[in-house]
């Protein structure tokens, strides 16, 4: 039996003068390497290759996208076989068969037509799995039983998969105290998959969480230092970085509610950081810190030349008893309003012209894009805007942000695609749908006569691989061998 | 005479590879009945159903977008027969010839190219009136009489009008303390057309306005209570609750300007009505007891299952020219940037996954839609996204609507439509509106692959119908019978 | 040689039903005159009507759009042969040579792909200056030549221009406290094209600004006055409003960062006002001051029928290393969200139905579109919407602007086109490009049977020039001998 297909042509328009464009486009860039320089796949599992276990541990357990919908609807999390972090205290029984957890998805499949998650699935079903039927509850256990015969095989293990999918780099995301055992495990492995940290010390930051002082003390050890002092915890994190960077490391991460930059003397960073330490900070203390820590980070990556990334705009952990009961990325993170030009402008005047800086600024507030964001990257050399985050990874909202962002930054102050993922067998698909869209938007504009067919095909290649390559340090050349022989 | 043709195609994309499958889905839910859970038609209509006395009556003075857009180029509403509610003080004549407003109307009516208004009125003038000509300040007085003419026919009465349009239930929206006479008559009459209330308590939370006492009184007068405190008023608010129940009523409806959402403790809540009573109470002192009544409401839905609406965002009155002399309701309601994302917080997590409640959440603030809401509609079980409302309910609204909700939510987390109507002509141009948009929508979708059109049309059908009959309990076989036989 | 050829059909949707119709609209709008409301061309061009030195001068430095994304990509401002304001401190040098730094141009103009400054500049290379090939590193040279030798004839002197792009009126920017002379010398001249001043008092109004007492000394030295309190500062506006106005002035115009209006009694305002004479105001105050007199700027335009504008929204120098180096007005300017609905209430009640005023509400936060300008813009009479504005002056700027306002707002509650620009050139530019995305917007409509294609005529040509010409009270008619003859 044949796959189920998708069609050639899907996510372009239909009308043919700007179909044809897009095809011939896409056609040039679909083969193109895929370079990931964010996203949240466990090292753990590149390090070990195993096998996956089955296919709802596979599809349905990493992917907040698929237990929200599902959840939002009535399903609980429980029955979709998601185990609480917390005791089982309320008697709510866990689905321990993973085939009635994948039934229970499989008759809530339609939930999702029309939305992103539902174009990945069907591409991973297609395309990566061979799935030969549309995943419905009738078909269920039928599409489980061909997509477990294939995980059986050797050519489906993560390694085999990374290579299979093209990837030329694969960048995870990890906190600031850790020590890269999974990285270190894999470099020492003979695999020779490039698969890079990013330093995230978004815990370190966090004065008033109940985990800070855990995450300095591990920090601390990692470096072989105790924190007793905002001066050694500075230490620290520079040491991390070279470490990160040691390690293959290009970039690194801030997830903030609010983008707020502010510049605090010495005296006042130490007094915060010497009244967290005695469990005294409080929100608004947090709240200066890590403004002011956004500053420490842009100068050490005018120092170290790590590329620093900013996404900020979601309130975490929104439903109170999702997170008591499943912890954090559970679903239930929602964005607010977001400012920008008020917020980065310490930043900015500071570091957004140093010749070593590269600032990817991301956004979960769409009207920020052409009020705030293109007219910000679209004048700061430092500063480039990543592509559409999260719940605006999509279709409509990659259309959305090229529409109103090109015409103020131009293609040239965006950084590329990346696919922000934990689910492993989605990366393919999300480039694959991003590549489609961009080369539909470059048509467009051939078609309604902005471009000639020549520039629009050095755009498409901009947009699939040169700009992701360049804003993040990504250059093949340049990095691979270096990389390879770090250690 | 033919009536003046509207195009059968109207509103689809010319683009023949979306046209045509729009016109497919259209064709198979055009016909489907017109459930309608939220307008503001007066019950007294279908009450009384007297035949409307002429033209302009019927169409121009209930109609606040009229006179909005003829007010905005310089026509007073006092030139447009609009009677105000004051005294004729300042010497301004109110036009009382039908036919002299009629004129001035028509020689405006190039204004409403372009807007849902012109659209509807087309539809009306066309489909409903069998007008034979486009209204002009030439034609102006023969469209008068075409019109008039179909006036005097027992056909144009409004319960007649209701059957032809395929009305399935009609809901009004009515104050808490209303003693529902005219759904009474209604539900008396030997006429089987089913209208039910809305119970929609603003004027109760009001307790900083002028006439907050005088609907306590009315309150408590409707459940035989004087009403001398906070536990009394809760007493009557669920009294009348389960008499809107009886009579038919599955919703409350809910104006604030922003929807904060806060719970007091009962001293609190006390101490506020109390000051209230005692006519001491502020503009905040509402916004607060408004933030914690909106609680007590969801508490109450999930007990006696009426579905909770929030319409928020609306600064009403801000023309206080017009609203001293016309009263509310008079085209002067300007929006205000909302924010849900933290008001809604206190209120999903104590009630959004309650299996018994519904809440249904509308915006006036597009930014909202991508950011907030969407991503609220896409988790919280209990809350559905309204349909565009207000200067939203529009092709192009609609269309921005479904695009920057649908990918996130999927369209299983919206509402279906409401026509929201106070111009009960504008019903079926409203549903056909909508459904041709929607139908389109989808076939954009088929068209770029994304769906069969298989799934289109269950999409369709459940645009418009399915999902407004789920989310506001409105199904035809539960209800109905229940509905008659309920006194 | 030809002249490099754009293509007839540019920025009209491919899909022929669209296509022709979109055609046949601008083929009846694009010859008719260029009424300019508003713009920065500097009145000197045209009153001494020298011709321009050489290409650089006259393309790339008065651009802001176009050093701002080539500094963006890290080309300082030096590097273009912008002269900064204050000295050469710091030892960069300022290219001197034209030709170095429009090959640096060169080089970097394909960032301006599918940006409208790249539409723009093909249009003045191909149709103005009749530049044979593409503009790139490899051909730049040449393009300085072929335009160097256009700049060498007199029919591309200033006044020539002027008449051959078909300019009908030319508005320029100017202080309150201008004595006009460049526009006494115009009018002086034997050249009858009609270029009028707009009364711009920002300066005036700045009371916490370095630069204010000047200001006011400068003002009151206007008005044979020493200006020392508040009534002679009236005194003054108002003499020196008489003044503009006949020198043919028919508009003022305001840039604040939030549009805040708020009535001051005479007492609080002198208070201000003294303060600030005292050199003792902070920024609350010129807040306060500034909110006061957008109120006193709308009484006196009801007496003397300036039309009013407010271009609100922009945080003026975000980098102030380019500010300090390059002074204002470098392409640093950064928006911020604005509000609307409650800023212009206290204006809008006082005076949004006076029949003699007229007042044009600009934005750059396009979430304020639907949400809060087409309504108001929708209601009140005096209130017109002004066409999208700097970073939305675009093809998908203009085609979001009529998407979210005319629903709502009808077009006739809106402005016309204004090309706000410094760049001379580039006025019949933005003109042909506005005309055409507005006759493709409205061919959209006719193809989805919204509109006829007689009323698209004549909401072209409303589009095009009558609704300018009516805002502002440009009539060609009635002002033309009056203005000629006003001296």
Chains 1, 2, 3 share one sequence.
């Not at 011939?24 to 996203?39: F, I, N, Q, S």
């Not at 039983?145 to 095989?153: C, Y």
Request: glycine share 6%; hydrophobic share 35%.
């Amino acid at each position: 039996m044949k796959p189920l297909a998708l069609h050639e042509d899907r996510y372009f328009d239909p009308a043919p003068a700007v179909r044809d464009k897009a095809r011939a486009l896409y056609e040039r860039t679909k083969d193109l390497p895929l370079v990931c320089p964010h996203g949240h796949v466990p090292p753990r599992l590149l390090a070990e290759d195993e096998a996956f276990p089955e296919p709802a541990a596979l599809i349905l357990e990493p992917d907040h996208y698929i237990y929200r919908m599902l959840y939002s609807q009535g399903v609980s999390l429980e029955a979709l076989g998601i185990p609480p972090e917390g005791p089982e205290a309320d008697g709510i029984q866990v689905e321990s068969d993973p085939r009635e957890a994948w039934q229970l998805f499989a008759e809530h499949y339609y939930l999702f037509r029309g939305t992103p998650t539902g174009a990945w699935l069907d591409y991973e079903f297609s395309e990566v799995l061979g799935v030969e039927e549309k995943l419905t509850g009738e078909s269920a256990q039928r599409v489980y039983d061909q997509i477990q015969s294939k995980l059986d095989e050797p050519g489906f293990r993560p390694r085999a998969l990374f290579d299979r999918f093209g990837i030329d780099v694969l960048t995870t995301t990890d906190p600031a105290s850790s020590a890269l055992e999974h990285h270190r495990q894999i470099r020492q492995s003979d695999w020779d998959g490039r698969v890079v940290p990013c330093f995230r010390p978004d815990a370190a930051f966090a004065l008033a969480s109940a985990g800070w002082r855990e995450e300095i003390r591990r920090l601390g050890q990692q470096t072989d230092r105790e924190i007793t002092s905002y001066d050694g915890f500075l230490q620290s994190l520079e040491e991390q970085r070279a470490f990160f960077k040691k390690m293959g490391a290009t970039s690194t991460d801030h997830a903030v509610v609010e983008p707020v930059t502010q510049r605090l003397s010495e005296q006042e960073a130490s007094a915060l950081f010497d009244k967290a330490l005695r469990g005294e900070a409080g929100e608004d203390d947090q709240r200066t810190f890590q403004a002011h820590m956004l500053l420490e980070m842009a100068r050490m990556s005018t120092e170290d030349g790590l590329v620093m990334q900013i996404h900020p705009g979601a309130l975490r952990d929104h439903n109170r008893a999702i997170y008591e009961r499943f912890g954090p990325d559970s679903g239930a993170d929602i964005p607010v309003p977001t400012e920008y030009t008020r917020n980065l402008r310490t930043l900015l005047n500071e570091y957004g012209a140093h010749p070593n800086f590269n600032l990817v600024v991301f956004t979960l507030d769409e009207s920020s894009y052409a009020r705030e964001l293109a007219p910000l990257a679209g004048h700061y050399p430092a500063m480039r805007l990543g592509p559409p985050w999260w719940f605006h990874d999509s279709i409509e909202g990659m259309r959305r942000y090229r529409r109103r962002t090109t015409e103020t930054a131009g293609i040239y102050n965006t950084a590329g695609f990346n696919d922000d993922t934990r689910a492993f067998l989605s990366i393919p698909a999300r480039h694959d749908l991003s590549r489609r869209v961009d080369a539909n938007y470059l048509a467009g504009l051939v078609a309604r006569h902005q471009l000639s067919m020549d520039e629009a095909h050095e755009m498409a290649r901009a947009l699939a691989v040169g700009l992701v390559r360049e804003t993040y340090r990504l250059d093949r050349e340049a990095h691979a061998p270096a990389g390879r022989t770090a250690e």
